[in-house]
């Protein structure tokens, strides 16, 4: 059984409060999730003073677009104590922390931190500098493809696998870059195209409003589910009103779980919890009235009954033509040494 790497994406659903970053470890903790990520960037290095808030932004935060990207973006920070902090913080807990790095900086103190597997996000994917430092490390590699085109992943695979990266240890996450991705946008089998053009092992990045897409991700062959939670959707910020709260996140690994045993190995043959109904379930055949000894069998002396446990209906054509060695009476279940 393949088992899904599940990673619960607190991202800044902290709100830039290490108390409030806690509650959320404890949270992916409880939920079964195998990763808790974070994210790890300065404002000045992410973005222009210039820069406006994305549609969805400025409508979960019901905002105006007074406030810049930077300004959001500088509240909801996390310092280099913050990071050791929360790291320690899952270490006790006993789940992997992890977090995505925004810039060169921030990729060397999650170095520093001990990281051995790096998420380069959507918005990322076409950062030359950014794709070539992380290719040099020839370590675990996460992509997520939102707002990609096939060409574009393509092209960001190049740059990995020529600064070093094997192809094998990159898994390509399709992805929609809206907060929430409305369903008729969310076009799974794109993760399937990837995985078959590109020959990439491929998971699946949620920003839908519910549990059941990643679900049937699962079903399709994902390798790693990537969903963003939070404690609370009401709280103030920009990804808490596309993310699960806890019981919700809980929810969804306990169904990821459920997939990963469904979906069993792939060869079609009775399991050991059915074996036992075969001969309750299935025919034998059975006379359909009463035969004197000597009677040659022919197919209007037989009905199909269960129990399933005498001579299979598949063999009726060896019945018919046999002699009966016995007087019979109908209903009587046919045994291979009733006839001749």
């Given at each position: 059984?393949?088992?899904?790497?599940?990673?619960?994406?607190?991202?800044?659903?902290?709100?830039?409060?290490?108390?409030i970053?806690?509650?959320?470890i404890?949270?992916?903790?409880?939920?079964?999730?195998?990763?808790?990520?974070?994210?790890?960037?300065?404002?000045?290095?992410?973005?222009?003073?210039a820069?406006?808030?994305?549609?969805?932004?400025?409508?979960?935060?019901?905002e105006?677009?007074?406030?810049?990207?930077?300004?959001?973006?500088?509240?909801?920070?996390?310092?280099?104590?913050?990071?050791?902090?929360?790291?320690?913080?899952?270490?006790?807990?006993?789940?992997?922390?992890?977090?995505?790095a925004?810039?060169?900086?921030?990729?060397?103190?999650l170095r520093?931190?001990?990281?051995?597997?790096?998420?380069?996000p959507?918005?990322?994917?076409?950062n030359?500098?950014?794709?070539?430092?992380?290719?040099?490390?020839?370590?675990?590699?996460?992509?997520?493809?939102?707002?990609?085109?096939?060409?574009?992943?393509?092209?960001?695979?190049?740059?990995?696998?020529?600064?070093?990266?094997?192809?094998?240890?990159?898994?390509?996450?399709?992805?929609n870059?809206?907060?929430?991705?409305?369903?008729?946008?969310?076009?799974?089998?794109?993760?399937?195209?990837?995985?078959?053009?590109?020959?990439?092992?491929?998971g699946?990045?949620?920003?839908?409003?519910?549990i059941?897409?990643?679900?049937?991700?699962v079903?399709?062959?994902?390798?790693v589910?990537?969903k963003?939670?939070?404690?609370?959707?009401?709280?103030?910020?920009?990804?808490?009103?596309?993310s699960?709260?806890?019981?919700?996140?809980?929810?969804?690994?306990?169904?990821?779980?459920?997939?990963?045993?469904?979906?069993?190995?792939?060869?079609?043959?009775?399991?050991?919890?059915?074996?036992?109904?075969?001969?309750?379930?299935?025919?034998?055949?059975?006379?359909?009235?009463?035969l004197?000894?000597?009677?040659?069998?022919?197919?209007?002396?037989?009905?199909m009954?269960?129990?399933?446990?005498?001579?299979?209906?598949?063999?009726?054509y060896?019945?018919?033509g046999?002699?009966?060695k016995?007087?019979?009476?109908?209903d009587?279940?046919l045994?291979i040494?009733?006839?001749?």
């Amino acid at each position: 059984m393949k088992r899904t790497l599940i990673i619960a994406e607190a991202g800044v659903n902290h709100n830039g409060s290490t108390e409030i970053a806690k509650q959320l470890i404890d949270a992916a903790y409880e939920s079964g999730a195998d990763i808790v990520k974070f994210q790890t960037f300065k404002a000045e290095k992410l973005v222009s003073k210039a820069a406006k808030k994305a549609v969805y932004q400025i409508e979960n935060m019901k905002e105006d677009t007074a406030d810049s990207q930077f300004d959001m973006l500088k509240k909801l920070e996390l310092t280099v104590q913050d990071h050791h902090i929360l790291k320690s913080y899952c270490e006790q807990k006993g789940i992997e922390f992890w977090s995505t790095a925004f810039d060169e900086d921030s990729i060397q103190l999650l170095r520093t931190l001990g990281i051995k597997r790096w998420k380069i996000p959507s918005g990322e994917v076409t950062n030359l500098p950014l794709l070539q430092t992380i290719g040099t490390f020839n370590e675990e590699v996460i992509l997520s493809s939102g707002m990609c085109t096939l060409d574009e992943i393509k092209d960001a695979l190049k740059i990995l696998i020529s600064s070093g990266t094997s192809i094998d240890k990159i898994t390509v996450l399709h992805c929609n870059t809206e907060y929430p991705t409305p369903m008729h946008d969310v076009n799974l089998n794109a993760m399937i195209e990837i995985r078959n053009t590109l020959g990439v092992k491929t998971g699946y990045s949620d920003h839908t409003t519910g549990i059941e897409i990643p679900i049937a991700a699962v079903a399709l062959g994902a390798l790693v589910i990537e969903k963003h939670f939070t404690l609370d959707r009401n709280l103030e910020g920009p990804d808490h009103k596309a993310s699960l709260e806890p019981d919700e996140l809980k929810a969804m690994v306990k169904a990821i779980r459920n997939i990963e045993q469904a979906l069993g190995d792939g060869i079609k043959n009775p399991s050991a919890s059915e074996i036992k109904n075969i001969s309750i379930a299935r025919k034998s055949i059975h006379l359909k009235h009463d035969l004197f000894s000597g009677h040659i069998i022919t197919k209007d002396d037989l009905m199909m009954k269960r129990p399933g446990d005498g001579i299979s209906p598949m063999k009726m054509y060896d019945v018919i033509g046999k002699k009966t060695k016995y007087p019979f009476l109908a209903d009587h279940k046919l045994s291979i040494n009733d006839i001749e």
